[in-house]
């Protein structure tokens, strides 16, 4: 628990750094997905109403954001921090998936 702390934390300051020089260039976006009930890769996680916010930013093909994901019944829990950048329709992503639950 202690380090998925930290690497909120550091997405968090490297967002805040750049913030003003990456605000000139790109876009953050903000957006929150309500599901009655979530599956990963076909497997049924969570059988309740699930909240998940996301936030991130974009500048051509570069993005940075994470998802978050929580139940109201407090069953499941994840956090997914994600790098990608895209050019000429191929795409290499790094992602970090951390479930809670």
Excluded: C
């Amino acid at each position: 628990m202690k380090l998925n702390k930290i690497k909120i934390a550091l997405l968090a300051l490297i967002l805040t750094i750049f913030a003003s020089d990456l605000s000139a260039q790109g876009r953050f976006d903000v957006g929150l997905d309500l599901k009655n009930m979530h599956y990963w890769r076909g497997l049924r996680v969570s059988d309740g109403f699930v909240a998940g916010p996301t936030v991130g930013y974009f500048n051509g093909g570069f993005a940075i954001l994470s998802w978050g994901g929580m139940s109201l019944d407090g069953d499941f829990l994840e956090v997914t921090n994600i790098i990608s950048y895209t050019t000429g329709g191929f795409t290499v992503a790094l992602a970090d998936i951390s479930n809670l639950s």
